[in-house]
């Protein structure tokens, strides 16, 4: 049987980086009218929540939330925009050329319990939001 979004967060006990509760603060920053999510789970590799808005009509998501799981124990978070979707200020972003579903990417990975870079993320996904609605 498939892993559901809900048996994944029930299964994850270990979170020293404290990136479970940045996942589910990021999911709750997106859950908003006419935005859905998809969950692709790929365990030991990664498990992925993809956001997309309803007006999207190009692209099938917006955002690209990894939990990263070559460590279970040791979990972290790569959440990946199309390049064209946000900016980077801080220039704190990897640029991953053709990373997203074929199309240039802008990762930025939150891989300890940092709030600055946690707050800095949840801007960037307001900012993709706001993007995929226009």
Same mark, same amino acid.
């Given at each position: 049987?498939a892993e ?12 020293p980086?404290?990136?479970k ?5 990021f999911?709750k920053?997106?859950?908003?009218p006419? !935005?859905t999510?998809d969950f692709?789970a790929?365990?030991s ?7 997309r808005?309803k007006?999207?009509?190009k692209?099938? +998501?917006f !955002?690209l939330?990894?939990?990263?799981d070559?460590?279970?124990?040791n979990?972290?978070?790569?959440v990946?925009f199309y390049?064209d979707m946000?900016?980077?200020p801080?220039?704190l972003?990897?640029f !991953?050329p053709?990373? +997203? +579903?074929?199309?240039d *990417?802008?990762?930025?990975? +939150?891989?300890d319990?940092n709030p ?8 960037r996904l307001r900012e *993709?939001?706001?993007?995929?609605k226009?």
């Open positions: 049987m559901t979004w809900e048996s994944f967060l029930a299964g994850w006990s270990v979170d980086n404290h990136a509760e940045a996942l589910l603060a999911q920053l997106l859950s908003v006419d !935005v999510f692709k790929r365990p590799i990664s498990y992925s929540l993809r956001a808005h007006a999207q009509q692209r099938e +998501l !955002v939330i990894d939990v990263i070559d460590e279970p124990e979990r972290w978070l790569s990946c390049a946000v900016s980077d801080d220039e972003a990897d !991953v053709k990373g +997203l +579903l074929g199309e *990417a802008c990762c930025f990975n +939150l891989e319990d600055k870079m946690q707050a800095y993320i949840a801007e *993709a939001l706001d993007h995929a226009a």
